[in-house]
Nanobody, 124 residues
Framework: QVQLVESGGGLVQAGGSLRLSCAASGRSFSNVARGWFRQAPGKERELVASINWNGDSTYYADSVKDRFSISRDNAKNTVYLQMNNLKPEDTAVYYC?????????????????WGQGTQVTVSS
């Protein structure tokens, strides 16, 4: 059974940092793109960051550029999201995803695997 399990969410003050992890099991995701989405209450799920299969290409939403960093460790079948200088508007449930394809852009469309989500709350 394929599973993506997120961890690292929590409550943090504005300006603080969190590091999310997403560990995969059931199959290897070392040859496909991975990504992080988020969904705030009353809003649609949006792509935050993605990374291609070998880590040499990334994408960031404008709202998180220069604050968030996505990385992956294929040996551990894990993807990370380092979030710095957090803002109250970053409050959301964060979901990791795995594409069926290699490119970072492929995570935004088409079928994908999803994790169950982890809550991130940033207080002002």
């Amino acid at each position: 059974q394929v599973q993506l399990v997120e961890s690292g969410g929590g409550l943090v003050q504005a300006g603080g940092s969190l590091r999310l992890s997403c560990a995969a099991s059931g199959r290897s995701f070392s040859n496909v793109a991975r990504g992080w989405f988020r969904q705030a209450p009353g809003k649609e799920r949006e792509l935050v960051a993605s990374i291609n299969w070998n880590g040499d290409s990334t994408y960031y939403a404008d709202s998180v550029k220069d604050r968030f960093s996505i990385s992956r460790d294929n040996a551990k079948n894990t993807v990370y999201l380092q979030m710095n200088n957090l803002k109250p508007e970053d409050t959301a449930v964060y979901y990791c995803a795995a594409s069926y394809l290699r490119t970072a852009s492929s995570i935004s469309a088409g079928n994908k695997y999803w994790g169950q989500g982890t809550q991130v709350t940033v207080s002002s």
